[in-house]
């Protein structure tokens, strides 16, 4: 099975500060993977996907990448409906999916 | 628009049954690949099935193989996840999700899940 790692666990950040997350993947995955975020109560939004691909109407203040076992994903700026958990998805072992732990971000 | 909405959570003794329902509309439902992920409280995602657009290919997560079966009804746009033998650990909130159509890997949208809680 392929194991997915996320840091930081959680990260605090202010309004407008650049935020990066990474995911690491126990094998090499390729581009196979997706990013979502959630925030508290609700359902999981694609933000990502194929490593790198912005996912129509996402922000282009979201962006990933990476490949292989490292993966990045970037909020340029953040801004405060970006509060939330993200997960990362491998998707290279189809259709036995795995996700990262999450890694909250939250306010300073 | 695009949504999922699931039913048919509730509280349930371990090793009773529990059948859940996705309902989909705004799209042509047997284009699509679906699947459901489950997230325990306060916990991360876990992918548990998936069934092709046909309702032909079928797979499960090794937690829940021989105790859930998945299918599909393409005439009434519905999924659903029937759940036997439930155990404690099957306690989580429930989330069907299209697959997407060019690459049925990720998963977009989501429903707003549906609870289920195993607890004698």
């Known amino acids: 099975d392929i194991q997915m790692t996320q840091s930081p666990s959680s990260v605090s950040a202010s309004v407008g500060d650049r935020v990066t997350i990474t995911c690491r993947a126990s094998q090499g995955i390729s581009s196979w993977l997706a990013w979502y975020q959630q925030k508290p109560g609700k359902a999981p939004k694609l933000l990502i996907y194929?490593?790198?691909s912005l996912q129509s109407g996402v922000p282009s203040r979201f962006s990933g990448s990476g490949s292989g076992t490292d993966f990045t994903l970037t909020i340029s700026s953040l801004q405060p409906e970006d509060f939330a958990t993200y997960y990362c998805q491998q998707a290279n072992s189809f259709p036995f999916f795995t996700f990262g732990p999450g890694t909250k971000v939250d306010i300073k | 628009q695009v949504q999922l909405v699931e039913s048919g959570g509730g509280l349930v003794k371990p090793g009773g049954s529990l059948r859940l329902s996705c309902a989909a509309s705004g799209f042509t439902f047997s284009d699509y690949y679906m699947s459901w992920i489950r997230q325990a409280p306060g916990k991360g995602l876990e992918w548990v099935s998936y069934?092709?657009?046909?309702?032909?290919?079928?797979y499960y997560a090794d937690s829940v193989k021989g105790r859930f079966t998945i299918s599909r009804d393409n005439a009434k746009n519905s999924l659903y996840l029937q759940m036997n033998s439930l155990r404690a650990e099957d306690t989580a909130v429930y989330y069907c999700?299209?697959?997407?159509?060019?690459?049925?890997?990720?998963?977009?949208?989501w429903g707003q899940g549906t609870l289920v809680t195993v607890s004698s």
């Open positions: 999700a299209r697959a997407s159509y060019s690459s049925p890997r990720w998963f977009d949208p």
């Open positions: 194929a490593a790198s």
């Open positions: 069934i092709s657009s046909s309702g032909s290919t079928i």
